[in-house]
């Protein structure tokens, strides 16, 4: 088993702001034990109902062969999978926001564009995928409490709220209600594009047609011009 990943994304961050990193450490593996734990009776259980569900197809199509070596094992597999694109709800928001910097003086628009990012419908459970735009606007009349986040928090935010079961519009909603109550700006817009396989696969079955959605409040709201900028620098209003 790797750990590199995790130790550098979770545990060097949290061990480098301890005193006692061996105390820490052993809380955190007892947090973990049991976490894993849960997630596998999660499992075991998202296991046995797929398993009830290939026996529907089965009956739905009798030629269906569930010996074949394809599907040997599928049940477990659609589970993991299955809380690995939802482990968005088992990410804390303000964790990601813990670490912030001034904004000093900067009173410009901050984007981050084109990230891309992997979510799930949740009245089909089919997946849709895209990519989301953040940008917001720092609010410099606040002095020092005026604050800025790395870039890599901006991806992370997007991350947490599409790794769950939900509309578009709630993700786009969420992430731009997340940056507005931990980083507190004059202004934040978010777009997103998002192409859904409930539209692709079935139904209407259009595989080239794209949804986007947007969320803003503040400045961007409140000024035509600075929508328009954010929406030029994204590529959308050419």
Known sequence: ???????????????????????????????????????NTAREKMSQGYEQVLQGLKLAFPDLDLEDKNLVGTPNRMARALLEVCAGMGTSEKEIFSTTFPADNYNEVIILKDIDYNSLCSHHFFPFTGKAH????????????????????????????????????????????????????????????????????????????SMITSALDGKFKEDPKLRGEFLSLIGLNK
């Open 1 to 39: 088993m790797a750990y590199e990943y995790t130790f550098n994304k979770d545990l060097a961050r949290n061990l480098a702001k301890v005193q006692d990193p061996e105390r820490f450490l052993d809380a955190e593996l007892a947090k973990l034990r049991q976490r894993a734990l849960e997630l």
């Open 134 to 209: 953040v940008g917001y606007l720092p609010d410099t009349t606040k002095g020092d409490e005026s604050r800025v986040v790395g870039l890599s928090k901006l991806a992370h935010i997007v991350d947490c709220h599409a790794q769950r079961p939900q509309l578009q519009e709630r993700m786009c909603y969420n992430i731009m209600s997340s940056i507005k109550n931990e980083l507190k700006p004059a202004g934040v817009m978010v777009v997103i594009e998002g192409q859904h396989g409930c539209l692709s696969c079935r139904s209407a079955k259009k595989a080239n047609a």
